[in-house]
């Protein structure tokens, strides 16, 4: 019995011409909401950029977002974690120098005391963690990257999932005309 197999590289060319070099593309973050036992957040301290984040970052080529998250807190605080569900996707317009961007928030689940006790900061990115209150962790974050929070805690508190731009729901910010407004404290 024949099998059909999967085109070769040459065979998608032909077939798909120009189109996936003309196509765009789109900068994804990953970030995991991560709870002590006493409901605390866990926020990180990245030395490039201001304020405080949660951990997570940058998705690489073809890597899937969920999976760029628990490389991320493996990389930065040298604990293995299991992504939960999806909480959050937040669409950012371009701003200097960046293109748009899309930001996944997983659930990165509460950490029992030992948990929590195997942190480190394990690469050059983080300079210091802790566990924050959410009044404190509105503090620290950068005005954007709170409200995500606040929406992947109340997505967390609901059982539902929210698609933001901007850090707000859709439907309730103002958008400039055009749709291409600047962002605050991206990614």
Same mark, same amino acid.
């Given at each position: 019995?024949?099998?059909?197999?999967?085109?070769?590289a040459l065979?998608?060319?032909?077939?798909?011409?120009?189109?996936?070099?003309k196509?765009?593309r789109?900068r994804?973050t990953a970030d995991?909401?991560? @709870?002590?036992?006493a409901?605390?957040i866990?926020?990180?301290?990245?030395?490039?950029?201001?304020?405080?984040?949660?951990?997570?970052? &940058?998705?690489?080529v073809?890597?899937?977002?969920?999976?760029?998250?628990a490389r991320? &807190?493996?990389?930065e =605080?040298?604990?293995d974690?299991?992504?939960?569900? =999806?909480l959050v996707?937040?669409w &950012?317009p371009?701003?200097e120098?960046?293109?748009?961007?899309?930001a996944?928030?997983?659930d990165?689940?509460?950490l029992?005391?030992?948990?929590?006790?195997?942190i480190?900061?394990v690469?050059?990115?983080?300079?210091?963690?802790?566990f924050?209150?959410r009044v404190?962790a509105?503090?620290?974050l950068?005005?954007?990257v #709170?409200?995500?929070?606040?929406? #992947?805690?109340?997505?967390?508190?609901?059982?539902?999932i929210s698609?933001?731009?901007r850090?707000q729901?859709?439907?309730?910010?103002?958008e400039?005309?055009?749709? @291409?407004? #600047? #962002?605050?404290?991206?990614?």
């Amino acid at each position: 019995m024949a099998t059909e197999s999967e085109p070769t590289a040459l065979e998608w060319e032909s077939y798909l011409g120009e189109g996936p070099i003309k196509l765009p593309r789109k900068r994804v973050t990953a970030d995991l909401v991560v @709870r002590d036992v006493a409901g605390r957040i866990l926020l990180v301290d990245p030395h490039y950029k201001l304020g405080w984040d949660v951990p997570g970052g &940058m998705v690489e080529v073809n890597e899937a977002p969920h999976a760029a998250a628990a490389r991320e &807190m493996r990389e930065e =605080l040298g604990l293995d974690l299991v992504p939960g569900r =999806l909480l959050v996707v937040d669409w &950012m317009p371009p701003h200097e120098p960046w293109d748009d961007v899309l930001a996944f928030v997983f659930d990165g689940g509460t950490l029992t005391e030992a948990e929590a006790a195997r942190i480190r900061v394990v690469d050059g990115e983080v300079t210091a963690y802790r566990f924050c209150e959410r009044v404190e962790a509105r503090k620290r974050l950068l005005p954007l990257v #709170a409200a995500r929070i606040d929406a #992947a805690l109340e997505a967390l508190r609901t059982d539902t999932i929210s698609y933001l731009h901007r850090g707000q729901p859709v439907g309730e910010f103002s958008e400039p005309p055009g749709g @291409r407004g #600047a #962002a605050d404290g991206c990614g």
